[in-house]
């Protein structure tokens, strides 16, 4: 079983301030772990993954997130935060045996004010 | 490259209808993956095909059924619709023998069930 958890539903910060967005996990072997945001009436898009090795992961737009494996963490951060990344954020988790299944979190949404 | 794309992207149904959701992946993936999103939650998986068979499932009844193609699209099928499967219909797509290949997703179809 796997399964993801996202402890806070909203994160508000002003812009230039610092963003995270907490994450963890449970799978029965190793993760692969993922960050997807979601802006109004759109899809998921691919923001960073963690499959192996550094623990620190960079991605697009600024943002990267750190893999700890001890606290099966895997938050989302961003050093100076913009308006427009005011979203819905998603992080996922995929057990390395499994090909197939993805398991969500509840999202988290983030509002930078300016 | 046009990514992920879905059809129809809006769809109201009647209780009790059939619906069919489409799906085309991005330009060399090979697997193809259906997400529920309710309102105010994450994805749930559905069910994942690849090469035109059914290789994992989710916790969902077997009035969700799909079918994929030679040409690796793919269509969602949902019978007896209740007001509960009113949602945003995502398709994912991705190469499967990459194993850490991160999904791609598509725009989603919103259905509402009245």
């Given at each position: ?24 996990y449970s799978v029965s072997g190793n993760?692969?772990l993922f960050w997807y945001v979601q ?76 | ?105 598509g725009q989603g179809t919103r259905l509402?069930?009245?």
């Amino acid at each position: 079983a796997q399964s993801v958890a996202q402890p806070e539903d909203q994160v508000n910060v002003a812009e230039g301030n610092p963003l995270t967005v907490k994450c963890t996990y449970s799978v029965s072997g190793n993760p692969y772990l993922f960050w997807y945001v979601q802006y109004p009436n759109r899809g998921l898009q691919f923001l960073l993954k963690y499959i192996t090795g550094d623990n620190l992961v960079k991605g697009s737009y600024g943002f990267e997130a750190e893999f700890n494996k001890s606290q099966t963490s895997f938050h989302l951060k961003k050093p100076s935060a913009l308006v427009s990344d005011s979203a819905l954020y998603f992080c996922a988790v995929r057990d390395i045996w499994d090909d197939y299944k993805l398991s969500f979190g509840a999202g988290t949404t983030v509002t930078v004010r300016a | 490259d046009a990514g992920v794309t879905q059809s129809p992207t809006h769809l109201i149904k009647t209780r009790g209808q059939q619906v069919t959701l489409r799906c085309s992946p991005k330009s060399g993936h090979d697997t193809v993956s259906w997400y529920q999103q309710a309102l105010g939650q994450g994805p749930q998986f559905i069910f994942q095909y690849y090469e035109e068979e059914e290789r994992q499932r989710g916790n969902f009844p077997d009035r969700f059924s799909g079918h994929q193609f030679p040409n690796y699209s793919s269509e969602l099928n949902v019978n007896a619709l209740l007001l509960g499967d009113s949602a945003l219909y995502l398709c994912a797509s991705r190469e499967l023998q990459g194993r850490n290949t991160e999904a791609f997703f598509g725009q989603g179809t919103r259905l509402t069930v009245v």
